[in-house]
C-alpha cells in the first residue's frame, strides 16, 4: 500500500525527479505508486517541494525526442500543480548539496535535488534511487521498497 510509507504526521514530502518521469511515462513498475503520491499531493494529504533542478532533468528526453506536447505538460506541471512548491537553487541549497556531495559521495544533481529537499523543510524524501537512502539528514524512502 503506498499510504504506509508517508506516516500521517508527515506534512511536507519532498518528490525526486523519477517520480514524475513515472507517472508521465506510465511506469509499468511504479507509475501507479507515483501516481497516487502525485494525486495525494493534489489533495492536500500533505504539501510537497520539486527542486528546479529536477525541470532541468526532466525536459532533457521530450525535448531531444521532438515532443513538444510531453515537454509542455511538465512545464504546466511544475507551474500549476496544487500544493507542490518548485524551489530554486541558491546559495544556501548549493552550499548544503557540496556538503552532501562530499560526505556522501553522490553525483551533483542527486545532491542538489536532496539539499533543497533538506533546506525546503520536507520531513521525507520520496525517490527510487536506493544509492539516496544512506544519507542521514532526511529520510529517503524509495518507491521499490515499498
Given at each position: ?5 508517508v ?53 532533457v ?52 535535488i ?33
Amino acid at each position: 500500500m503506498v499510504n504506509s510509507f508517508v506516516p500521517p504526521s508527515v506534512k511536507k514530502i519532498a518528490l525526486d525527479t523519477n517520480v514524475f518521469i513515472y507517472v508521465f511515462e506510465q511506469s509499468s513498475d511504479f507509475g501507479e505508486k507515483a501516481k497516487t503520491i502525485l494525486e495525494q499531493v493534489e489533495t492536500g494529504m500533505f504539501s510537497a517541494v520539486a527542486s528546479s533542478v529536477s525541470l532541468t532533468e526532466i525536459l532533457v528526453k521530450p525535448i531531444r525526442e521532438g515532443n513538444r506536447g510531453l515537454e509542455k505538460q511538465y512545464k504546466l506541471l511544475f507551474t500549476h500543480f496544487p500544493n507542490l512548491s518548485i524551489v530554486p537553487v541558491d546559495n544556501g541549497v548549493a552550499e548544503r548539496a557540496a556538503y552532501l556531495r562530499g560526505t556522501y559521495n553522490i553525483k551533483t544533481p542527486d545532491a542538489l535535488i536532496v539539499a533543497t529537499a533538506i533546506t525546503a523543510g520536507a520531513e521525507l524524501f520520496i525517490t527510487n534511487d536506493v544509492r539516496l537512502e544512506h544519507v542521514k539528514e532526511i529520510q529517503c524512502v524509495a518507491l521499490s521498497q515499498v
